[in-house]
T-cell receptor
Framework: DGGITQSPKYLFRKEGQNVTLSCEQNLNHDAMYWYRQDPGQGLRLIYYSQIVNDFQKGDIAEGYSVSREKKESFPLTVTSAQKNPTAFYLC?????????????FGPGTRLTVT | AQSVAQPEDQVKVAEGNPLTVKCTYSVSGNPYLFWYVQYPNRGLQFLLKYITGDNLVKGSYGFEAEFNKSQTSFHLKKPSALVSDSALYFCAVRDEGSARQLTFGSGTQLTVLP
């Protein structure tokens, strides 16, 4: 899992509550990413950021928000507007300017909303 | 547009036998291709990538992959499977000339039988 940490590993919330997932990296990577993983669907991109104070929506951004105030940190907030938030969330990082560079992943946070 | 397909949800092989996990892709330009492995409740680990050059790419843990441009494929192979290779494998593609981020396949569950 390299130099990327995600906390907590498991998270339980009641429906209607916002929840923030933490992602920190010490790889000095400019780019960071959030993915959602559901069984049988692979990884879907939620948001990504290629530089501090800037981020872009991915394929499934509705109901999520992010911030990138520091190079090392890219927290994801799952809002009450996300209709089906229960999933495994993965954070990743890479070199932004090298499009051939691989992404490094954190260990993931499993969010359960009831 | 870019897409990637992993036609087999599950692959089972006996320990010691060769294994192949299939991946086909579609991009407008030249592809950057990646293989990742995921163990239960963990993040993804990078195995290998094809950027340019030799069509046979060697990666971690004895894995290799063959790029075939005419068949738009990038199959993952290993000459002799180990029980510890049992995991979920993801193929991913990125179009060299596109602004799109990495696109992942839906994953193939590999089971190596003792």
């Amino acid at each position: 899992d390299g130099g990327i940490t995600q906390s907590p590993k498991y998270l339980f919330r009641k429906e209607g509550q916002n929840v923030t997932l933490s992602c920190e990296q010490n790889l000095n990577h400019d780019a960071m990413y959030w993915y959602r993983q559901d069984p049988g669907q692979g990884l879907r991109l939620i948001y990504y950021s290629q530089i501090v104070n800037d981020f872009q929506k991915g394929d499934i951004a509705e109901g999520y928000s992010v911030s990138r105030e520091k190079k090392e940190s890219f927290p994801l907030t799952v809002t009450s507007a996300q209709k089906n938030p229960t999933a495994f969330y993965l954070c990743a990082s890479s070199r932004a300017r090298d499009r051939s560079y691989e992404q490094y992943f954190g260990p993931g946070t499993r969010l359960t909303v009831t | 547009a870019q897409s990637v397909a992993q036609p087999e949800d599950q692959v089972k092989v006996a320990e010691g036998n060769p294994l192949t996990v299939k991946c086909t892709y579609s991009v407008s330009g030249n592809p950057y291709l990646f293989w990742y492995v995921q163990y239960p409740n963990r993040g993804l680990q990078f195995l290998l990538k094809y950027i340019t050059g030799d069509n046979l790419v060697k990666g971690s843990y004895g894995f290799e992959a063959e790029f075939n441009k005419s068949q738009t494929s990038f199959h993952l192979k290993k000459p002799s499977a180990l029980v510890s290779d049992s995991a979920l494998y993801f193929c991913a593609v990125r179009d060299e000339g596109s602004a799109r981020q990495l696109t992942f396949g839906s994953g193939t569950q590999l089971t190596v039988l003792p």
